[in-house]
Each structure stands twice: as structure tokens, then as C-alpha cells.
């Protein structure tokens, strides 16, 4: 693994993340994404589906909602001058859209590892109710895991699974979900 000078980041290889496309992604645990976003000018930028966050959202102003599904047809809205932290229900699919947004030519992005479950496990400010994270019966990203508009494919599938592919994830038999 490869080092990073503030000791709150790491860098991942191939081997480190499931859903990595590209090699160093830098992780960004909780507490240190809420200093970048309030005291260094990083924007959270959150992919998960609309009715995800209408569940439970970060607690912060700096907060781009960008689901993951309209994330090929918007990422330029992004600013490319900002460090830009992307995150999700549990960091796969922020890992995904970081690795993406990368070989768009995006240089300062990183993952908020552990999602806003890990976010609100640490009593990080959030919005709408805490226990709301994570569906009891999903894997993960708060949609049920039936409808292909959930956008991440999660039904039997660690596999993200672009929303209105007409296919859904492939490892069958997993309940991880994005």
C-alpha cells in the first residue's frame, strides 16, 4: 500500500477494494472527510439514490447530491478545482464513481471509506433518521434490492449494476450490496 502524507488517508491497490477500476483511490475515514469539507474546502459529494437520502443525508452544507445513476450524464458539474470526497451507503459505490471521475481526468477525489453508516456510527452530523442508514433487509445501500431503479443492482450482487441496463448483479448467492 502505498503511503500518504496525512496519516488519515490511505491509498488502495488492486488488491484492497472489490470494486476499484483504477489503482489509488485514496480512502478517507469520517472524521478526517468532515475537517476537509469544513476547514480545507472539499465538497462531499453523495451517489447514492434520491430516495436514500431522503432516508438519511449528511449532516454538512458542502453536500452534492449526485446519484449514482445520473453520474455518466452529469459529473460535469463537478468542480475540478476542489478536492472532491465521494461517498455512499458503505463506500462501494463512491468507489466506483471516484475511480470513474478519475479517468475523466478528475485529479483530487477521494472515497469516504466506510459510507454514512461508518459516518453515523460515529455520531458524524446527518440528517433524517440515524437507524435509517442501511435497510435491515438490503445489503447495504438502503434500497430493497428489487427494482432495477434502485440504480445500484444489489440484489444477489456485490456487482453495481448501472440503473435501466436490464441486468442485474452476477455473483449470485452474495447479499453485499454497493
Known amino acids: 500500500m502505498e503511503e500518504s502524507m496525512d496519516p488519515n488517508v490511505r491509498i488502495t491497490d488492486r488488491s484492497d477494494a ?3 477500476t483504477l489503482p489509488g483511490v485514496a480512502q478517507v475515514d469520517p472524521s478526517t472527510a468532515v475537517r476537509k469539507v469544513r476547514d480545507e474546502g472539499a465538497l462531499l459529494v453523495d451517489v447514492r439514490e434520491r430516495h436514500e437520502v431522503d432516508t438519511i443525508a449528511f449532516g454538512l ?14 459529473f460535469a458539474e463537478l468542480p475540478r478545482d476542489r478536492e472532491l470526497i465521494l461517498a455512499c451507503a458503505v463506500g462501494r459505490r463512491s468507489h466506483q464513481a471516484a475511480s470513474y471521475l478519475m ?3 478528475y485529479a483530487h477525489v477521494a472515497n469516504l471509506a466506510g459510507g454514512i453508516v461508518l459516518w453515523s ?6 440528517t433524517g433518521r440515524a437507524g435509517g442508514a442501511v435497510a435491515p433487509d438490503a445489503g447495504g445501500c438502503g434500497c430493497d434490492g428489487t427494482a432495477e ?5 444489489c440484489s444477489d450482487s456485490a456487482e453495481a449494476v448501472p440503473a435501466g441496463s436490464g441486468r442485474r448483479g452476477s455473483s449470485a448467492g452474495s447479499s453485499s450490496c454497493c
Do not use: F, K, N, W
Not at 121 to 126: A, I, K, S, T
Open 18 to 20: 472489490q470494486t476499484d
Open 149 to 153: 431503479e434502485d440504480g445500484c443492482g
Open 121 to 126: 456510527r460515529e455520531g458524524l452530523p446527518v
Open 61 to 74: 452544507s458542502a453536500v452534492v447530491p449526485l446519484p449514482m445513476s445520473e453520474l455518466e450524464r452529469r
Open 103 to 105: 479517468a475523466q481526468g
